[in-house]
């Protein structure tokens, strides 16, 4: 068992990690080894203290050197639910690998993709956004499936091998998948819809060529970067999207803390390290 999980390796979740090291604390960093698309992809960055202007590229270098000084290594790995036990954390990966930790820091940050409508009401009965978790329910079955970003793929083509015919709807440039089984839609959907599981998927006229603007399907797959914390942790108080924290950014969950764009707005990389910070503070408290 570890002392803290921390989801997320964007600003929020590198200030805790670095303020977790230099508390002496073990603890597991999941994201990516890019660490967020939201600094990768900042054009010039003129806000952040000690640094006049510096482009989102060159910001990550730095922080990935710095990491890598502090010997803090990132699990490239998709956390995909967050249990609250009594005293610790059961942590599942998207890859079915399950973590115990006495604490969590949620730093997943905030999709700035909106819900579609009846999305949240269908989660657990047609809606997932796990290809590996939930993919073979599906086995020769049609799905949507809503990809944000390229680095997904791989789940596209998961899924692709399971069910019968994928519907994809790309939110990203240059798609690379060429598979028979599935067919591209330029259209974004107005709502999901069902009985006790989806059953449809409604489109906004004009309806599409040779589809219409209803589409019968077993399931849709969101592939997103960030799911909604509420989602990914049962049980844990969110209002209006974010998760609510205290000033120590504590949770409603003992043992769970959240920092960064998560927690709210602004969403500003100096406001997601300060809290990164207090919650890696706040965790080291809880700890003793
Ligand atoms: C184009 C752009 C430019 C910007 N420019 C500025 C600027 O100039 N100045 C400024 O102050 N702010 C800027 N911002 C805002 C800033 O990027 C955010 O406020 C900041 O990145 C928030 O950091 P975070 O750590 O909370 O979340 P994020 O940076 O979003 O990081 C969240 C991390 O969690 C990971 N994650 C999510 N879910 C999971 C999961 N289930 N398992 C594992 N990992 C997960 C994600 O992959 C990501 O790595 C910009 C944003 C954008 C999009």
Redesign the pocket.
Known sequence: MTDCII???????ISAALTLKANGKDFLL???SS??E??E??EM????PGLSSVTGKSFVSALQKQLKEMQIEIKEE??AGVYAMKDSFSVMMQNQTVYQSRSVIL???VESVKQIDGEEAFVGRGVSYCATCDGFLYKNKKILVLCTTKRLEHEINYLADIAEKVYLIPMYKDVEINRINVEIIRKMPLKIEGGKRVEKVVFSAPPIENLGTELAVDGVFMLR???SPAI?VGGLQTQDGHVVVDRAMATNLKGCFAA???TGRP????K?VGEGNVAAHSVTQYLK
């Not at 960055?45 to 952040?48: A, F, P, V």
């Open positions: 989801v997320g390796s964007g600003m929020a979740g999941f994201g990516s660490l967020s939201k600094i992809k900042a960055i003129r806000n952040y998709k956390v730093a997943c940050g970067d960030s799911v990914l960064g764009d998560c969403y500003q990389y100096a997601a």
